[in-house]
């Protein structure tokens, strides 16, 4: 049992360019979430999913795609990465328990230069 | 709305204890929890209390809300080195999302 995996755990991109951030979680959770933190900001939420198919916006979406093809990977993407997105990313999935925990996985720094 | 607020940096001795307080302005928010992150590693839950509730003691921590201020506390017992980290407190409006804190900072020095 793994928990949540995100995956890669660093990278470095240049402006311009895309990625794709991998989230999977084997605790077969319905809730996803993608959260960024920076300094001072703490948490913020970028998009989730209430479920496999479904995604929503979350405070800071712009910038970011998602998508929730399988219910235990949730995928968040850069299209044209810009230096304002170097953060460190987290995941967390939930089950759909009103006082269920959210579980993190370790995250992934991200630095655009 | 969901304004979650935090103070940022606490320091303390080994054995003493440690509090950490938090305000939040969501009413309607069903249950408060706390998160623990430590360098390098994503959140993890350390307890929550359900908005009924005034206090819950789980070991060394004790929760505190006064739900008339909309405040919420952390008080850690004889902190140890291995309490280091980021702690959240968050919130639980019902509408499938935490709002989280900005964090705070507990360094302890043996």
């Known amino acids: 049992n793994a928990g949540v995996t995100q995956t890669p755990k660093f990278r470095v991109l240049k402006t311009g360019q895309s990625m794709t951030l991998l989230c999977a979680q084997d605790?077969?959770?319905?809730?996803m979430y993608w959260y960024r933190q920076d300094p001072g900001m703490g948490l913020r939420l970028i998009h989730y999913s209430v479920g496999e198919g479904t995604t929503a916006k979350g405070e800071v979406p712009d910038g970011y795609n998602v998508s929730r093809l399988k219910k235990q990977n949730f995928l968040l993407g850069l299209e044209s990465a810009a230096p304002s997105q170097t953060s460190v990313y987290f995941c967390?999935?939930?089950?759909?328990?009103?006082?269920?925990?959210?579980?993190f996985g370790n995250g992934t720094r991200l630095t655009v230069t | 709305g969901e304004d979650v607020e935090q103070s940022l940096f606490l320091s303390v001795r080994e054995g003493d204890s440690s509090v950490i307080n938090c305000t939040y302005t969501d009413s309607s928010s069903t249950y408060l929890y706390w998160y623990k992150q430590e360098p390098g590693a994503g959140l993890q839950l350390l307890t929550y209390i359900f908005s009924n509730m005034d206090m819950k003691q789980d070991q060394r921590l004790t929760v505190l809300l006064n739900k008339k201020d909309k405040h919420l506390s952390l008080r850690i017992a004889d902190t140890q080195t291995g309490d280091s980290a980021i702690y959240f407190c968050?919130?639980?409006?019902?509408?499938?999302?935490?709002?989280f804190g900005k964090g705070n900072q507990v360094v302890v020095i043996p």
């Open positions: 605790m077969n959770h319905e809730y």
């Open positions: 968050a919130e639980h409006p019902g509408n499938n999302r935490l709002a």
């Open positions: 967390a999935s939930k089950n759909g328990s009103p006082n269920s925990p959210l579980h």
